[in-house]
Protein backbone atom coordinates (compact mmCIF):
# COMPACT_ATOMS: atom_id res chain seq x y z
CA UNK A 1 0.00 0.00 0.00
CA UNK A 2 1.63 3.38 -1.14
CA UNK A 3 2.07 6.29 1.31
CA UNK A 4 -0.95 8.04 -0.57
CA UNK A 5 -3.64 5.24 -0.55
CA UNK A 6 -2.86 4.91 3.51
CA UNK A 7 -3.15 8.58 3.94
CA UNK A 8 -6.80 8.05 1.98
CA UNK A 9 -8.24 4.53 3.88
CA UNK A 10 -7.74 6.31 7.22
CA UNK A 11 -9.82 9.66 6.08
CA UNK A 12 -12.23 7.52 4.93
CA UNK A 13 -12.21 5.72 7.78
CA UNK A 14 -12.27 9.14 10.34
CA UNK A 15 -15.00 10.47 7.96
CA UNK A 16 -17.26 7.05 8.30
CA UNK A 17 -16.64 7.45 12.01
CA UNK A 18 -17.63 10.86 12.08
CA UNK A 19 -20.73 10.29 10.17
CA UNK A 20 -21.70 7.22 11.97
CA UNK A 21 -21.76 9.28 15.66
CA UNK A 22 -23.47 12.23 14.24
CA UNK A 23 -26.39 9.46 12.58
CA UNK A 24 -26.45 8.43 16.17
CA UNK A 25 -26.91 11.66 17.77
CA UNK A 26 -29.45 12.78 15.30
CA UNK A 27 -31.64 9.12 15.76
CA UNK A 28 -31.21 9.57 19.71
CA UNK A 29 -32.52 13.29 19.72
CA UNK A 30 -35.57 12.13 17.06
CA UNK A 31 -37.21 10.52 20.37
CA UNK A 32 -40.29 9.12 18.60
CA UNK A 33 -40.41 11.11 15.44
CA UNK A 34 -39.95 9.10 12.07
CA UNK A 35 -36.35 10.08 10.38
CA UNK A 36 -36.93 11.39 6.61
CA UNK A 37 -34.41 11.74 4.17
CA UNK A 38 -31.41 10.34 5.75
CA UNK A 39 -29.27 10.20 3.00
CA UNK A 40 -30.20 13.57 1.56
CA UNK A 41 -29.53 15.03 4.91
CA UNK A 42 -26.24 13.42 4.97
CA UNK A 43 -25.12 14.46 1.34
CA UNK A 44 -25.97 17.59 1.58
CA UNK A 45 -24.33 18.46 5.39
CA UNK A 46 -20.72 17.10 3.30
CA UNK A 47 -21.54 18.49 0.21
CA UNK A 48 -21.63 22.04 1.14
CA UNK A 49 -18.27 22.68 3.31
CA UNK A 50 -16.21 20.36 0.43
CA UNK A 51 -17.35 22.19 -2.47
CA UNK A 52 -16.19 25.63 0.14
CA UNK A 53 -13.14 24.12 0.80
CA UNK A 54 -12.01 23.03 -2.52
CA UNK A 55 -13.08 26.45 -4.10
CA UNK A 56 -11.19 28.05 -1.24
CA UNK A 57 -8.33 26.15 -2.18
CA UNK A 58 -8.06 26.84 -6.11
CA UNK A 59 -9.05 30.22 -5.85
CA UNK A 60 -12.51 29.69 -6.96
CA UNK A 61 -10.45 28.39 -10.42
CA UNK A 62 -14.07 26.39 -11.50
CA UNK A 63 -11.82 24.26 -14.17
CA UNK A 64 -8.98 23.21 -10.91
CA UNK A 65 -11.79 22.40 -8.67
CA UNK A 66 -14.21 20.95 -10.70
CA UNK A 67 -11.12 18.20 -11.63
CA UNK A 68 -10.54 17.24 -7.79
CA UNK A 69 -14.50 17.03 -7.07
CA UNK A 70 -14.95 15.00 -10.08
CA UNK A 71 -17.72 16.41 -11.55
CA UNK A 72 -18.20 18.51 -14.77
CA UNK A 73 -18.20 22.68 -14.38
CA UNK A 74 -21.73 22.79 -15.16
CA UNK A 75 -22.79 20.09 -12.07
CA UNK A 76 -20.27 22.51 -10.13
CA UNK A 77 -22.37 25.80 -10.97
CA UNK A 78 -25.11 24.07 -10.08
CA UNK A 79 -23.99 22.77 -6.52
CA UNK A 80 -22.43 26.33 -5.59
CA UNK A 81 -26.01 28.10 -7.01
CA UNK A 82 -28.15 25.10 -5.05
CA UNK A 83 -25.67 25.37 -1.81
CA UNK A 84 -26.32 29.29 -1.91
CA UNK A 85 -21.99 29.16 -1.74
CA UNK A 86 -20.42 32.96 -1.66
CA UNK A 87 -17.01 33.84 -3.10
CA UNK A 88 -14.43 35.14 -0.85
CA UNK A 89 -11.14 35.72 -2.75
CA UNK A 90 -8.60 36.36 -1.44
CA UNK A 91 -6.00 38.35 -3.16
CA UNK A 92 -2.43 39.33 -1.69
CA UNK A 93 -1.70 42.74 -1.07
CA UNK A 94 2.05 44.55 -1.56
Known amino acids: M ?3 NKHLKE ?3 KIDKIVQE ?3 IYFNRLGEQKPHAVLEMVVNAAEKPTIEF ?3 KTNYNYSASSKILGIT ?3 LRKKVSKHKILFQKSFSEK
Open 2 to 4: TVE
Open 54 to 56: VLK
Open 22 to 24: SLE
Open 73 to 75: RAT
Open 11 to 13: NKT
